[in-house]
């Protein structure tokens, strides 16, 4: 199982204010992701990369940016939060398992609160 | 005002009882199915995962079963236990590429 780790776990922010939420993960995985998940709701893919310098735009639309200058660490950035960003960000990322696909294990999530 | 989640379709078992979560998924080209748990205020856990050429594999205590005709994915917990209770996910992800598609999830509710 990997280990992968999220800062804030909780965070309570006004309008208008920049933010990063950092993930790091200890596995060596390649590919990293970034999922919104409201309460009790599905998850939504909003970023993910296959590597250093490779970031790519999910499937849900975001205001959010990624960037991913090391393997470990894929932090997430919103220039001006907005209480549409309320929600919970959770991070994976995935390695091959032998005789397997590729399986995502997710750290602990994010909950942001925007006032 | 009151979340769509606080709606999530739930599955009442008591302990000990075997419980069956079902999940219905979208592509027919999907070839790779996984289930995760998700505890209150935690991130969600691999539990099991099924590939399309099969259409049962068993783990400790869950068993999951692909039904590839009627596009079926279900989750069997024998002897549900209390540590059970959480929100379960079906994923699938298609051959050419590493994303998943997560479908709603249920809530598990286990009383003693």
């Known amino acids: 199982e990997a280990d992968i780790y999220q800062t804030p776990r909780y965070l309570v922010i006004g309008t208008g204010k920049k933010i990063t939420l950092e993930c790091s993960q200890t596995?060596?995985?390649?590919?990293m992701y970034w999922y919104q998940q409201d309460p009790g709701m599905e998850l939504h893919l909003i970023h993910y990369?296959?590597?250093?310098?490779?970031?790519e735009k999910g499937d849900l639309s975001s205001e959010s940016t990624v960037s991913r200058i090391r393997t470990e660490h894929f932090p997430l950035t919103l220039e001006s939060a907005r209480p549409s960003h309320t929600s919970q960000y959770l991070c994976a990322s995935s390695a091959p398992r032998q005789g397997a696909r590729e399986t995502q294990y997710f750290g602990p999530g994010t909950r942001l609160l925007v006032l | 005002g009151e979340s769509v989640g606080l709606h999530l379709p739930t599955l009442s078992v008591q302990e000990g009882d075997n419980s069956i979560i079902n999940c219905a998924y979208s592509n027919s080209a999907s070839d790779y199915f996984i289930w995760y748990k998700q505890e209150s205020g935690k991130g969600p856990q691999f539990i099991i995962d099924?590939?399309?050429?099969?259409d049962k594999r068993q783990g400790q205590r869950v068993t999951v079963l692909l039904n590839k005709t009627v596009k079926h994915l279900s989750l069997q917990i024998a002897a549900t236990q209390p540590g059970d209770s959480a929100v379960y996910f079906c994923?699938?992800?298609?051959?050419?590429?590493?994303?998943?598609?997560f479908g709603t999830g249920t809530r598990l509710q286990v009383f003693p």
């Open positions: 994923a699938e992800n298609e051959g050419n590429t590493d994303k998943l598609i």
């Open positions: 596995m060596g995985h390649d590919k």
């Open positions: 990369s296959y590597g250093v310098n490779s970031t």
């Open positions: 099924i590939r399309s050429n099969m």
